[in-house]
């Protein structure tokens, strides 16, 4: 027993200094790494990878980061003489003392003052740390006055290791400015920072500018605008896929409301498949806009598809209006368009939701055609909920020219009567629907092999390498020949 006990207590003491051994890495440790990686990745010429995990790191770290951490890491990077290490102290000591986590005291006894200028990389990573404090804390006044100022400060250079970190301070410039209500201000901005990301062959910087404008125009319904814009700006191929997904659901916008509706399914449903899995509330927007897209298209979503597990309910009012339209249910649609109209303007749907009145009227006439051989235009216009039955026989005619139902309408006794079902492999349904899934494989295949990486070719030999090659040679074939005299 005695020995158990000793050895036990052993392990404990172990397991002590191992829990002690552990070292907790402070915030400023992990900023001081970040500029570590800033100068390899200036030093290697690097502008995509490297600076890509800066901002993953970064944003790891976002949670635990306060104001009083970003002044001292301001403080020890940046030169006291340099303009914008006091305009970064002071846009931060406008956050609330209240908000800011006092976890750095410990680095303020430390800390040593920068003395040399700092990279311009290193400069722009103290503004855009500042930044996300200022955002964080929801104090948009100050966080619009700084994102200018870094803009401005960004335009004077012209390195191609920026464009990483410039794409993510003209994001939070744009995001500022939507929050302070000023986003028509800045749009003049926007194209001239996007003219200077074309000029300077900035791609991340002219997807994410094109993107911004392309927002800024929908927020105020210029979508012919938007479409000029993107016909002439868009690209071919894409540095991020977040952004193309981003582009894809702006195009798909527009399309729906031009009335575009096959291109806008197609467009929205390539935003829903390249949009990131963990950025749910994306997902749930693009969905909105797909699924109203469906139904204009006369196409009812499956219940699966709109109780996602991974959209947390974001779409029950959507389940509501797609239930509607499936039943033609003119009262029933008009009472939820009318009980959530705040729902769909905030989505900014509520323009194709009002459209989505003729396709009920069409639903529940195939419900009536599909159910009753002979009805009265009474009848119609009383399942269907209009006023009259001139507007019941206006509604039906157009159905049938338009190919929605296969019916007559007797007008001497106010009756319509269904005509018989036709064999559907007699038409052209078969066809066009075979036709639209090549087409969609077509569409996954080519997207594919652009989006294949071949290995770059392998480099020929140097002179002194292939001097060196010829030369062994030549060794062993003497060798070889020697052998065969001694044999002789």
């Not at 001139?390 to 001497?412: P, Q, T």
Request: glycine share 4%; aromatic share 6%; proline share 2%.
């Amino acid at each position: 027993m005695g020995e158990a006990s000793a050895e036990a207590a052993m392990d404990v003491d172990n397991k002590g200094k191992d829990a002690s051994s552990i070292k907790v890495i402070s915030v400023q440790e992990r900023l001081a790494a970040n500029v570590q990686l800033i100068e390899k990745a200036v030093k290697q010429k690097e502008t995509r990878t490297l600076f890509s995990k800066l901002i993953r790191i970064t944003q790891a770290i976002r949670k635990e980061l306060s104001a009083h951490d970003v002044q001292v890491f301001v403080r020890s990077t940046l030169p006291t003489s340099l303009a914008s290490s006091a305009a970064i102290v002071e846009h931060l000591q406008q956050v609330p003392a209240t908000t800011t986590k006092d976890n750095g005291s410990a680095d303020t006894a430390e800390l040593v003052l920068a003395t040399s200028d700092p990279l311009p990389e290193v400069e722009i990573y103290a503004y855009y740390l500042a930044l996300l404090i200022l955002i964080d804390n929801k104090q948009w006044p100050a966080a619009r006055s700084l994102s200018s100022l870094t803009i401005d400060r960004l335009t004077t250079f012209n390195r191609r290791t920026l464009d990483v970190l410039g794409s993510r301070i003209f994001f939070y410039y744009s995001y500022a400015a939507e929050k302070s209500g000023a986003l028509a201000e800045i749009r003049s901005s926007l194209l001239a920072l996007h003219r200077s990301a074309v000029l300077h062959h900035d791609d991340i910087g002219q997807e994410t500018l094109l993107n911004l404008l392309l927002r800024n125009y929908l927020a105020f319904n210029l979508y012919d605008q938007a479409e000029a814009l993107r016909a002439k700006a868009q690209r071919d191929t894409y540095r991020s896929s977040h952004q193309h997904s981003r582009l894809l659901f702006y195009q798909g916008q527009i399309r729906a409301v031009r009335l575009e509706y096959s291109d806008a399914r197609d467009a929205l449903t390539q935003a829903l498949r390249k949009a990131p899995a963990p950025a749910h509330g994306f997902r749930a927007t693009v969905t909105k806009w797909l699924v109203v897209v469906r139904l204009l298209l006369g196409e009812v979503p499956d219940r699966a598809e709109l109780v996602a597990p991974e959209l947390h309910g974001a779409l029950g009012v959507y389940l509501d209006l797609a239930a509607t339209v499936r039943a033609g249910d003119l009262s029933a649609f008009a009472s939820v368009a009318s009980r959530h109209v705040s729902t769909f303007k905030a989505d900014g749907t509520v323009h194709l939701v009002s459209r989505l009145r003729a396709n009920v009227i069409r639903a529940g006439l195939r419900r009536i055609a599909a159910a009753y051989s002979r009805i009265s235009l009474a009848d119609v216009a009383a399942k269907l909920g209009l006023a009259s039955t001139e507007d019941a026989e206006f509604v039906v005619a157009k159905s049938i020219r338009d190919g929605g139902i296969s019916a007559m309408i007797d007008h001497d006794n106010g009756i319509v009567v269904a005509a018989a079902g036709a064999d559907v492999y007699s038409t052209d349904e078969p066809l066009a629907a075979f036709h639209a899934r090549i087409a969609f494989c077509m569409d996954v295949r080519n997207e594919a092999q652009r989006a294949m990486r071949y290995q770059m070719r392998p480099q020929h030999h140097s002179f002194e390498e292939a001097n060196e090659a010829r030369e062994k040679q030549e060794q062993e074939l003497t060798a070889m020949l020697e052998e065969d005299d001694a044999d002789f």
